[in-house]
């Protein structure tokens, strides 16, 4: 499961899904229609349950450290993340 809050000044969004690729790059084209081209305006929440496969996780590590450097303020609760069973 992939949790995420986006909060921007231009509004804020809840997203609740299954924790697929096709999810994390729906999260990251959310995040950018929220930008506002201000470093820091708009935050990401973003939690992980245990189911989450290792890959998936891997993606969205990687989108943390590229949303990260654009200037989205971050954070990750995550918990133990499982084996990669299937991508």
Request: charged share 25%; proline share 3%.
């Amino acid at each position: 499961m992939l949790e995420a809050r986006i909060v921007s000044p231009r509004g804020s969004l809840y997203i609740a899904a299954d924790a697929t690729p096709y999810d994390v790059q729906q999260l990251r084209s959310h995040v950018r229609a929220l930008r506002t081209g201000h470093r820091g305006d708009v935050r990401l929440a973003l939690h992980l349950g245990p189911e989450t496969r290792a890959r998936v996780a891997s993606l969205v590590a990687a989108l943390v450290a590229r949303l990260a450097d654009e200037g989205v303020v971050v954070s990750v609760d995550d918990e133990q993340v499982g084996g990669d069973t299937a991508a």
